[in-house]
């Protein structure tokens, strides 16, 4: 076999967790234009950023997508791997991530309108690509995937999470939409995306909690997914913001308050557990990296959840007006950079060392563990 047709081979395996990066460097981008503090330089990096989210985005597109035409058993078998499976929710939330960061940073790049067209493109084939993930994955591990005891982990959520991204950049067009019925439907819908998946989340959460009580972690490069819990925290709590600030634009003045209202009722107490849960995670990640945790794209559940948390804290600080709330969103948005930068440079040397282009571990389980008692 030639040099070319083994790369090819090789570029065959990248499979839906790839899509992580475009959702943790576009976050980045976003959560940056959002800040509620500004910055020289602040404007044009998030605009860069955006633009490299946008490339990864559509070369993962040719990649993936070559594959699947070429190989499409080998593709599927992704879909039958219990861990890899879920990641399929990735594809969905990059296609997002890139949507909303057109309108909140591209538009000064490709032009208002069509940056507006763009989101709109992007923001429906994520949606619909979200609800099925939504629905055909758990679907899978409740009838075929063998699930055991303590397999709980942050992937779980990547299925689900998608639709509520898809509320919160479904907000951001509801500016942009004709005044009527259209706008109301949108926001209702949004709210049901809300709802759907944060009632998911929050049963897989629990999950997790259980897990890690009953059984420990699994002392892998499996523990970073815990971040992933970030996930629909911070993205409800900015879901819930960015639906109560446009409320107004779609219905009546009374139900527009009560959403408003919502907005800091809701966000505040989540964001609590958020900062319980960082904190939680943080603990556990060192633990394991003191014990040698290697390098793996699992690493990206460190941008894309944090940076959630970015967007709802600047959320609740738009809301609140709290100065509180304002420089917790900086020193979040720190974290995330600092983290963004160390995974994409390790990514980068590992796809170019070939380490992390090698075939998806098997679908055997992954045991979780506690310390012996002294």
């Keep these: 076999m030639s040099r070319s047709q083994t790369r090819v081979e090789v570029l065959g395996n990248i499979g839906p967790n790839w899509f992580a990066s475009v959702m943790g460097t576009g976050i980045v981008a976003t959560a940056g234009a959002t800040l509620p503090v500004h910055c020289w330089g602040l404007k044009a990096f998030t605009q860069v950023v955006w633009v490299i989210a946008a490339v990864l985005l559509l070369g993962l597109i040719v990649v993936v997508g070559g594959h699947w035409l070429r190989h499409p058993t080998v593709a599927r078998s992704h879909a039958r791997n219990p861990q890899m499976a879920h990641f399929y929710g990735a594809p969905a939330m990059a296609l997002l991530t890139v949507g909303g960061g057109a309108v909140l940073v591209g538009g000064d790049i490709i032009g208002e309108r069509l940056a507006v067209d763009l989101d709109w493109v992007l923001w429906t084939a994520g949606t619909l690509a979200g609800l099925f993930t939504a629905v055909s994955i758990p679907f899978l591990m409740f009838t075929q995937h063998n699930v055991e005891p303590d397999a709980a982990f942050g992937g779980w959520l990547m299925p689900v999470v998608p639709p509520m991204v898809s509320a919160a950049t479904g907000a951001l067009l509801i500016p942009h939409m004709a005044p009527g019925t259209g706008r109301a439907t949108m926001l209702y819908g949004c709210y049901a995306l809300f709802g759907l998946s944060l009632v998911a989340a929050f049963i897989i959460i629990s999950m997790i909690w259980s897990r890690l009580a009953i059984y420990g972690t699994s002392g892998t490069a499996r523990v970073p997914t815990l971040w992933i819990v970030l996930g629909p925290l911070g993205q409800s709590i900015t879901a819930a913001g960015l639906l109560g600030l446009n409320a107004a634009l779609a219905v009546d003045a009374r139900l527009a ?107 055997g389980p992954v045991r979780a563990r506690k310390d012996p008692l002294a």
């Design 257 to 363: 308050e009560i959403a408003n209202a919502f907005a800091v009722i809701f966000g505040v107490p989540v964001w609590g557990f958020a900062v319980l849960w960082i904190a939680l995670a943080t603990a556990l990640t060192v633990r394991t990296l003191r014990r040698g945790m290697p390098f793996a794209l699992t690493w990206w559940s460190l941008t894309f959840p944090v940076g959630t948390f970015v967007t709802g804290t600047t959320q609740l600080a738009v809301h609140t007006n709290l100065p509180a709330f304002r420089v917790a969103a900086v020193i979040a948005y720190v974290g995330l950079l600092s983290t963004w930068l160390l995974v994409a440079v390790r990514t980068t040397r590992g796809s170019v060392a070939g380490n992390l282009l090698r075939p998806p571990p098997s679908g």
